[in-house]
């Protein structure tokens, strides 16, 4: 395992760098704000490079607190030598600092606690040191009998039990066998003999085994599920050689001793009863941990990418959420996101009213010169997306096209039911927001999702599996970079939207909103020092990361924070920038400065650093950028695809939507993603979620419902 200096090193992040870090985040300063605006201090460090400083410091400071735990439960005992001492504050892990403590630990009686009582602790220090003295075992044993040690063999079992005890509690012998189970050991699984798995999820694992340091997360995850299920049986093997060579190490039977059969037994015993199991259990819970941080770190990434996702803007959005039974619920909303019209329809079975449904989406199509249909991607979803290609092929035009788009549904329900829903729609059916939901996801797909349960969006990995906290911070972590990457309209964004904003918390993004419906909009960053709550320092983190589009100063609709105003008005009157200048001549301006002024000089004259000068130049040259528009667009369509058109061959255009371990699921436009294995990628392949790529049809499987993709 590296260590912290290590870790650092190879992130590319020096120690004075970490030094400044730790400074601005012991000062309550967030993360964004610091890879936004304090570039200087920390010489340019980005997000993922504070996060790690972050949570190295995290770590270390859980791993003081242990150590001040154990030292004092040790102390109160009496127990707590000067040289356990240094070795509990020398530990660099919480195993390692576990293992020290558990001689000291207080549990429940224990076998060897039993024979200590009864006085046994000196013949199993007879035990332990193999004492050569006397051949005649009852020389040793006969002094320790009495009514409740009656015999010679209660009194050797009791004192193997203790030297079993002290084997399995020897914190060298727990740290070396545990690192070479690690390392060497097999996890072994079979099938339960009266498991029922109808559907044979587990399958693989019928009859699997793999070496700890080759097992992969998926199939971590994959196994601790199966055997949670009752489905599978799992166990640890490990070879004799790599667990005898450490124990005999530090308790060896030696040939000549009367106490050598006892030391043998005592280690059989210790292993089979003690040690094993606790080092299986130790590796297992590495093995799941270091599983869940990899299947933390998917979700996250495929989060960030579709929180990325490009609007698709002004366009007034027809919404389907489909069902069979109880109808396909159908909302209009126009380009802000503002509900028109709901209405249901019953296409399918069992009211089949195909016609009817058709004559009322051709209605609210001109009525409300909708141009995009969104449709659910859940149940009755390719039925539903048969009745929107004909509606389109009917209206329309050469001149005004319909296109259709099938939008990943997952999260509408939950956030239908929510008391967020409740807040916007308190006189709508939960079935009618989800369908708005579903409409509005395409439009700002950032602005919707926020108001989702990140683990409810189905974009990640065995996420109901794993640490619920963590992912929650994990997730959390990930929507915080996104909503201050993109930035936010401050006259137009929700208290939830808000709430994700550097520096401000839920009570104050309410009490933002709250301002702005008494008050009207914001005219101006500075106004929102007027909020109750909102001090100095909460303006300082938040003010960057918000927009005011119609601001009476023009720098409010950009990144620039307003503590580089002064420098960004004195730049621009050397480069003799004025506010209704075009793009192109700023940028012409900028650049004939910069023919005159080198970077440094000019940072200098200004009095601010090189990272904020760039900043300022790049907020000039594209005020207000979105970085969502640099990402292409999700694929609009006017036609319908089945499975039984594919043919082995064919390329087609597709959306990633959602990448796993094991390779990427791809939307082709039929009703089952197709799957790009791995091992179909070119070396420097990395995939996110939403990108549009060109795959080709490599295998289909009507019956069972499933594609193969290679590139």
Not at 185 to 211: L, N
Request: proline fraction near 4%; charged fraction near 30%.
């Amino acid at each position: 395992m590296l260590n912290q200096n290590e870790l650092f090193k190879q992130n590319g992040i020096s120690p004075k760098q970490v030094d400044e870090t730790i400074k601005l985040l012991e000062s309550d300063h967030t993360v964004p704000f610091i890879a936004r605006y304090r570039k200087e201090a920390t010489g340019g460090l980005d997000e993922v490079q504070i996060r790690l400083i972050q949570e190295v410091v995290e770590k270390e400071n859980a791993l003081n607190a242990r150590k001040k735990t154990v030292l004092v439960a040790i102390e109160e005992q009496g127990k707590l030598t000067d040289a356990l001492k240094q070795k509990i504050e020398a530990a660099t892990t919480l195993a390692e600092v576990n293992d020290l403590y558990l001689p000291y630990k207080q549990k429940r009686k224990t076998r060897a606690m039993v024979a200590k009582a009864k006085g046994l602790e000196k013949l199993a220090n007879f035990i332990l040191i193999q004492d050569r003295t006397n051949d005649d075992l009852d020389t040793y044993v006969t002094p320790f009998l009495n009514d409740e040690v009656p015999s010679t063999e209660e009194a050797m079992q009791g004192a193997m039990d203790i030297v079993a005890e002290m084997i399995n509690e020897t914190t060298e012998i727990r740290k070396q066998v545990r690192e070479k189970a690690i390392q060497f050991a097999s996890i072994d699984v079979s099938k339960k003999d009266d498991a029922d798995d109808p559907k044979s999820v587990y399958e693989t694992y019928y009859d699997f085994s793999k070496k700890v340091r080759y097992i992969q997360p998926y199939q971590a995850l994959a196994i601790n599920r199966g055997e949670k299920e009752k489905i599978l049986s799992v166990s640890m093997s490990m070879e004799e050689r790599d667990y005898m060579g450490v124990i005999d190490y530090f308790y060896r039977p030696h040939p000549r001793s009367v106490f050598a059969k006892a030391m043998r037994d005592a280690i059989d015993d210790c292993l089979s009863r003690l040690l094993l199991p606790a080092i299986e259990r130790d590796v297992r819970r590495h093995l799941t941990e270091l599983s869940e941080e990899h299947a933390i770190d998917v979700f996250a990434d495929n989060l960030e990418s579709l929180l990325l996702q490009p609007p698709i803007s002004n366009l007034s959005v027809l919404g389907i959420d489909p069902a069979y039974r109880t109808g396909c619920k159908t909302v209009v909303v126009d380009p802000s996101g503002k509900l028109l019209e709901y209405t249901a329809i019953y296409p399918h079975q069992p009211q089949n009213k195909w016609n009817e449904a058709k004559a009322t989406l051709h209605d609210l199509i001109e009525k409300y010169g909708c141009e995009l249909i969104v449709i659910g991607n859940g149940t009755a979803s390719r039925e539903t997306e048969k009745l929107a290609i004909e509606v389109i092929q009917e209206a329309s035009t050469k001149d005004k096209p319909i296109y259709y788009l099938i939008t990943n549904e997952a999260g509408a329900s939950v956030y239908s039911a929510s008391d967020l829903a409740r807040e916007e729609f308190p006189d709508l059916d939960v079935s009618i927001r989800g369908a708005i939901s579903i409409a509005r996801r395409v439009q700002d797909p950032l602005a919707e999702l926020v108001k989702i349960d990140p683990k409810a969006i189905g974009v990640g990995m065995y996420q109901h599996d794993v640490d619920q906290k963590m992912l929650s911070n994990q997730l959390d972590h990930v929507i915080e970079s996104v909503v201050n990457r993109v930035g936010v309209e401050l006259n137009t964004a929700s208290p939830t939207l808000l709430k994700y904003i550097s520096g401000i918390s839920n009570a104050l993004a309410k009490r933002i909103v709250a301002y702005r419906e008494e008050n009207g909009v914001f005219h101006s960053r500075e106004e929102l020092t007027e909020v109750s709550g909102l001090g100095a320092k909460a303006f300082e983190q938040a003010a960057g990361f918000l927009r005011i589009r119609d601001s009476v100063n023009p720098l409010d609709n950009t990144g620039i924070h307003p503590e580089s105003y002064d420098a960004t008005l004195q730049l621009m009157n050397m480069a003799g920038i004025k506010t209704n200048d075009s793009l192109n001549d700023v940028k012409e301006k900028i650049k004939a400065l910069l023919k005159h002024m080198k970077k440094p000089e000019l940072a200098s004259e200004l009095g601010i650093g090189e990272y904020t000068l760039n900043d300022i130049l790049a907020n000039l040259r594209n005020p207000g950028r979105d970085p969502r528009e640099e990402i292409e667009k999700p694929i609009l369509r006017q036609d319908v695809l089945k499975m039984e058109d594919l043919r082995e061959g064919m390329v087609l255009s597709g959306t990633v939507r959602n990448v796993v371990d094991f390779g990427s699921f791809v939307d082709i436009g039929v009703k089952q993603d197709g799957l790009l294995h791995k091992s179909e990628y070119d070396k420097d392949d990395k995939f996110r979620v939403g990108d549009v790529i060109k795959v080709k049809i490599k295998m289909i499987d009507i019956n069972r419902g499933r594609i193969g993709l290679a590139k």
